[in-house]
């Protein structure tokens, strides 16, 4: 069964960093694209970024470009978000998900909260 | 950046009743358009995925259509586990802003 478990997650003052963490299992990561998606407390879900399977070409939404960063090692299974220069509106859960079509699986997400 | 659309915001149905949910591109997005379910603390889950293409467990009385820059998800006879709120998005790219359906 395919699983994906993210962590990093944490309580950061604006201006800070974060580097999240998705392991994932039982599915073959080095064929997948993968993406990241955030969803603000009552909002709907925002995508964020994009890693080919390879880990190039990478894309990003407008609202994180510049100071997000995703990055994958296939060895380990394993893709990230670095994110810096955080404000109070990159609040949110951040989820990984696979890329097949559609976004699936996602796994249950790390919570991300910006505030002094 | 291709926004997408969704309407209505809110749709109020019965059981047994059909939903036709509706996303338009701002630009043409071919074929390749998923549709989601997200049901209160849960996950987004994929139930469509380029345009028509059912994913694994989608029941079949949910159906996609469409190209280009419009598209309609449809569940037909409505079932007290459909209702939740229906995301659109473009392959590895935004989502619209959700259509809520919601028991009459």
């Known amino acids: 069964e395919a699983q994906l478990v993210e962590s990093g997650g944490a309580l950061v003052q604006p201006g800070g960093s974060l580097r999240l963490s998705c392991v994932v299992s039982?599915?073959?990561?080095?064929?997948?694209?993968m993406n990241w998606v955030r969803q603000a407390p009552g909002k709907g879900p925002e995508w964020i970024a994009n890693?080919?399977?390879?880990?190039?070409?990478?894309y990003y939404a407008d609202s994180v470009r510049g100071r997000f960063t995703v990055s994958r090692d296939n060895a380990k299974n394993t893709v990230y978000l670095q994110l810096n220069d955080l404000r109070p509106e990159d609040t949110a859960l951040y989820s990984c998900?696979?890329?097949?079509?559609?976004?699936?699986?996602w796994g249950q997400g790390t919570m991300v909260t910006v505030s002094s | 950046e291709i926004v997408l659309t969704q309407s209505p915001a809110t749709l109020s149905l019965s059981p047994g009743e059909r939903a036709t949910l509706s996303c338009r591109a701002s630009q043409t997005v071919g074929i390749y358009l998923a549709w989601y379910q997200q049901k209160p603390g849960q996950i987004p889950r994929l139930l469509i995925y380029?345009?028509?293409s059912r994913a694994t467990g989608t029941p079949a009385r949910f159906s996609g259509s469409g190209s280009g820059t419009d598209f309609t998800l449809t569940i037909d006879s409505l079932e007290p586990e459909d209702f939740g709120v229906y995301y659109c998005q473009q392959r590895s790219r935004a989502f619209g802003q959700g259509t809520r359906v919601e028991i009459k």
């Open positions: 890693i080919h399977r390879t880990g190039s070409p990478t």
């Open positions: 998900a696979r890329d097949g079509g559609g976004l699936d699986p």
């Open positions: 380029d345009t028509s």
């Open positions: 039982g599915f073959p990561f080095s064929i997948n694209a």
